[in-house]
């Protein structure tokens, strides 16, 4: 199997274990762009840190993780980048926050990003996975005044419910109405989002450049710390350290 393109608007590196990324994220995060993270999949062999581990170290330091893409037979890439100011929040990680407060766990800077979500109201509007999302009563109230929007609302299947469920979870209090309104008549006329709801709803996403960046980085580390997730972005990612 061919190894893709790597990308090359961020550095690449690969960390054996959790420690050795939570060391870099301590003297870097407050400098660094971002970078894409290889996970090595899990019948490589390979000595890497967990995609769980990963989302919880970031977190820590106000970070955030984009889309897991297959790079080669043995990694998975994915981009880690400071959180943006109004990105979007996830119920599983306002919940995992609360985990990492309790162990105390949190940096500075994580704790900033979720105070600054507190503050405008995006830990509030923190969206559910699709398990848990339920149709608001607003969105169901709209819903019930028009039977072809309804009927068709009905007809989509889990995947495409949720995909219209998220536009309505995620939107601010001043935009919601409006945002309804407009789905609903979308639905009315048997269309729905174009666009389905991206797999971290996170405004940064894995991006392939044209050339090969040669910054790669590994690291040799012996402490790993017991992850509170489990949450593997696509089959074969690893839920747990190897170690």
Not at 24 to 32: P, S
Not at 48 to 75: Q, Y
Not at 128 to 137: F, I, L, N, S, Y
Not at 141 to 151: F, I, K, N, V
Request: include cysteine; proline fraction near 6%.
């Amino acid at each position: 199997m061919s190894s893709k393109q790597p990308p090359s608007d961020l550095p690449i590196y690969a960390f054996p274990n959790a420690q050795e990324l939570e060391d870099f994220l301590e003297q870097e995060h407050l400098k660094a762009p971002g970078f894409y993270l290889k996970l090595a999949k899990k019948n490589s062999g390979i000595p890497s840190v967990s995609a769980a581990h990963a989302v919880e170290t970031a977190l820590c330091f106000g970070w955030i993780d984009g889309r897991a893409n297959g790079f080669d037979k043995d990694w998975w890439l994915v981009r880690y980048t400071p959180r943006r100011a109004k990105s979007i929040w996830s119920q599983k990680n306002v919940n995992t926050i609360g985990q990492l407060i309790e162990m105390g766990r949190m940096r500075p800077a994580g704790l900033a990003a979720v105070e600054a979500a507190k503050a405008d109201g995006r830990w509030q509007r923190a969206y559910a996975g699709p398990a848990t999302m339920k149709v608001p009563d607003d969105f169901a109230a709209a819903l019930a005044g028009s039977q072809s929007a309804q009927a068709f609302f009905n007809a989509l299947n889990k995947s495409d419910r949720y995909s219209v469920l998220w536009r309505v979870q995620t939107s601010s209090p001043t935009a919601r109405r409006k945002r309804i309104e407009t789905l609903v008549a979308m639905l009315a006329k048997g269309e729905q989002p174009t666009t389905s709801k991206p797999s971290s709803t996170r405004t940064e996403k894995d991006r392939d450049g044209d050339s090969v960046n040669k910054n790669t980085g590994t690291a040799g580390a012996s402490r790993v710390k017991k992850s509170i997730l489990s949450r593997p972005r696509r089959s074969g990612l690893r839920s747990s350290h190897s170690t």
